[in-house]
């Protein structure tokens, strides 16, 4: 990795990269400096005030500190790690908290379902990397110490240690949370659920709502959902970006609260569509709002942790709705069933008070928020300041290359949509999100969880055990597919997802043409929907945070949410028809959309790229070619914080003192000796002191007082 024409570089005494000039006092260059494409010895690490930029650590604005830290190690300091950037900027980071940095800055700031697979291989990267840079310092030291190279078994050993140390310590991040970061994920999870939940409580009650309605009014009534939903997806940004996370959010919960109490209360069908449409907004607003709200809070090793459970949140509601629908889906108890949103809604908004505000967008207001400083304390559960500003930094520094909206830093820089198009390199990956997105919708998938009441009308005798079944299959296969995304690519299971759930449309279509029984067609529904769930599902939104640049995603985001709710709302009011007229040949349009998007994914849609540990290792190594690396050992001290590290020693020295004065026996352990020359009997000590003071002080402040 070190050589720039990409080859594995020699290893031995005629490595380039060992190769220095060696100065006659080598004592007075005892910090050693690492060039990312080569080795090369500075003087003192230049001041702060050198340079304009600010630095990655602005704890280092302490001149004690600076002082401590920079120029020529005499051993009495501990030698800080630090960089100096190409643009002259310098950072004062330890290994594992650049490790962090660019986990900030590569991952976006969005809860994306299956984005684990490449937090993982970012992290594996990373530590391969930081390995590599801590071998280099290594050469150096035995350079210039010994004068010999490291041998190759001395190489492998460090390497593999130095990286099993920054990969433990970057996946502690994935696994130890907070209460506060818990409580805040739930509380706004709730709204995902409610998504779920109003997808499929139209589906049981359809002949016990308002009978008599005709099929235009109910499809409307079904499909009012997805009209409302893109107008929220549209208005949610900008909300967020005007109030805040938490207020935009607090919004929702009360659209939800009107939205649902309107339907609950409605008295004919014309009040059931406009709450619908109401609905389809909070639920639109949820969709986009949630997933950011989640990623600005999360470190970047949890935000597809966090995906995982909103979307477990949303396959929940459908199946609760489903489960529900047993006892209420009546002509007397269907407004039970309808209320639960409201009821859910105003649970959610007690527990607002856990809501935090989001770092990210406290800090793009006021880089200087002390609200943002205190908020990461407590998400992050850190405990010193400066730990609290090193968090600060690297929200500060991936805001710029992923800016918070379009009126951001980057104002002038051209990343809409159409400039997307317009960009030969990335119109294909634009063609690939719209396709995908178009087809996730086109195949049907939510005409099985509007509607599966009306498809399993004459399958089975409960259409309602078919539909619950379906939701039940729906939330196991999220799991599978979860297992499947960390051993498969993406059009791997793309090609899978899409043949799957065109094989089981065709048996559905021959099982209702009574060519395979009843059994068989309710086997190829939970087919199609267990295939849906392992790809298309959950792919399409993944493709763009793992295919597009960082500053790309919230744009890409956009659009292909307009889009998905605009062909969510094409199926919800056009299957009524189709199920009229087409009968059992109603799954054939969506064969073949399934088709189509099969061999558009087998033909064209390039597997994503950028994702594997050695393409993104590659991708650090190019970054930083015009870095400078001092004191990067990772084995040593320099990889710990500065000031844990003086209080240790000082805490090691009060220790050693200690035990040289107990060898000595002049060490006071808090009473005086039984014997000595200085020994005082108790009645002694009785006569000769006359206050309280005197007792405390010891025999030897007695003497010089008399």
């Known amino acids: 990795m070190y050589n720039r024409g990409g080859n594995t570089p020699p290893r031995g005494e005629k490595d380039p990269l060992l ?4 100065r006659e006092n080598e004592e007075h260059y005892s910090e050693y400096t690492q060039e990312l494409k080569g080795v090369t010895p ?107 190279d490291l041998t190759m078994d001395e190489i492998e050993r460090r390497r593999s240690v130095a990286s099993l140390v920054i990969m433990d310590e970057l996946e502690l991040d994935s696994v130890l949370v907070t209460t506060p970061l818990i409580f805040a994920v739930m509380v706004a999870a709730i709204s995902q659920f409610l998504v779920g939940f109003n997808t499929g409580v139209m589906n049981a009650p359809e002949p016990v709502i308002f009978p008599g309605h005709s099929t235009l009014q109910w499809s409307l009534a079904v499909a009012a959902f997805a009209v409302g ?73 949890m935000r597809g942790t966090l995906g995982t459970l909103t979307q477990f949140a949303l396959v929940s509601g459908i199946l609760v709705s489903a489960l529900l629908a047993f006892p209420f889906a009546t002509e007397s108890k269907w407004r039970i069933l309808i209320s639960v949103t409201p009821v859910v809604a105003i649970m959610q908004l007690f527990c607002a008070p856990w809501l935090l505000e989001s770092p990210r967008w406290l800090l793009n207001k006021d880089a200087s928020s002390r609200k943002a400083r205190y908020i990461i304390k407590k998400l992050r559960g850190l405990r010193h300041d400066h730990e609290v500003e090193i968090e600060v930094d690297h929200f500060t520094v991936a805001m710029k290359a992923q800016p918070i909206d379009k009126h951001s830093e980057n104002k002038g820089s051209d990343i809409g949509f159409l400039s997307m198009m317009r960009n ?163 799954f054939v349009p969506f064969a073949a959309v399934l088709l189509l998007a099969f061999l558009f994914t087998l033909i064209w849609l390039p597997e994503t790229q950028g994702t594997t540990p050695e393409e993104l290792q590659a991708e650090l190594v190019a970054k930083n070619s015009t870095t400078i690396y001092h004191n990067v050992s990772i084995t040593t001290e320099s990889f710990s914080n500065p000031i844990d590290l003086e209080w240790r020693k000082a805490i090691d020295q009060v220790r050693k003192d200690e035990e040289e004065a107990m060898r000595a026996g002049t060490f006071n352990y808090g009473f005086e000796p039984i014997a000595g020359e200085n020994y005082i009997s108790s009645s002694d000590r009785s006569n000769n002191t006359t206050d309280w003071q005197a007792n405390i002080a010891g025999p030897k402040v007695m003497n010089e007082n008399q």
């Open 424 to 586: 030969k390199n990335m119109r294909l990956l634009v063609v690939s999100c719209i396709v995908l997105q178009m087809s996730q919708q086109l195949c049907g998938i939510n005409a099985v969880f509007y509607y599966s009441s009306s498809i399993f009308k004459g399958v089975i005798t409960n259409p309602l055990v078919g539909t619950t079944l379906v939701s039940a299959v729906n939330v196991v296969a999220t799991y599978v597919a979860l297992l499947l995304m960390d051993k498969f690519g993406r059009r791997t299971l793309l090609l899978w997802s899409t043949g799957g759930m065109l094989f089981s449309c065709v048996i559905l279509v021959l099982s209702l043409l009574h060519y395979f029984s009843n059994m068989t067609a309710l086997i190829a529904v939970n087919a199609y929907v267990s295939f849906f769930e392992i790809g298309l599902g959950p792919i399409p939104w993944l493709i763009v945070a793992e295919m597009f640049d960082a500053k790309y995603v919230t744009i890409a985001m956009s659009a292909s949410s307009q889009l998905n709710w605009a062909c969510n709302f094409i199926v919800g009011i056009l299957f009524p028809y189709m199920n009229a007229y087409l009968g059992p040949y109603t």
């Open 42 to 148: 500075v003087l003192q690490p230049p001041h702060r005030s050198m340079f304009s930029n600010a630095s990655m650590y602005a704890m280092s604005n302490n001149p004690a500190l600076i002082n401590s830290y920079s120029g020529p190690s005499t051993g009495r300091g501990v030698k800080k790690s630090y960089s100096i950037h190409g643009d002259g900027s310098i950072s004062y980071l330890t290994p594992l908290q650049a490790g962090r940095h660019e986990l900030y800055e590569v991952i976006p700031f969005a809860a994306v379902f299956g984005l684990q697979k490449k937090e993982r291989n970012l992290r594996t990267a990373y530590a391969s990397y930081a390995a590599d840079l801590d071998i280099m310092e290594a050469h150096q030291i035995a350079l210039a110490v010994s004068k010999k």
């Open 229 to 301: 939903g893109p107008f929220g997806a549209n208005i949610a940004g900008s909300l967020a970006d005007t109030r805040g996370r938490r207020g935009a959010l607090m919004i929702n919960m009360w659209t939800f609260i009107f939205g649902g109490g309107l339907q609950t209360l409605a008295p004919n069908m014309f009040i059931i569509i406009v709450s619908r449409f109401i609905i389809g907004f909070a639920s639109g607003f949820s969709s986009v709002l949630v997933p950011i709200y989640l990623g600005e809070l999360a470190p970047p090793t």
């Open 19 to 22: 190769q220095w000039n060696r």
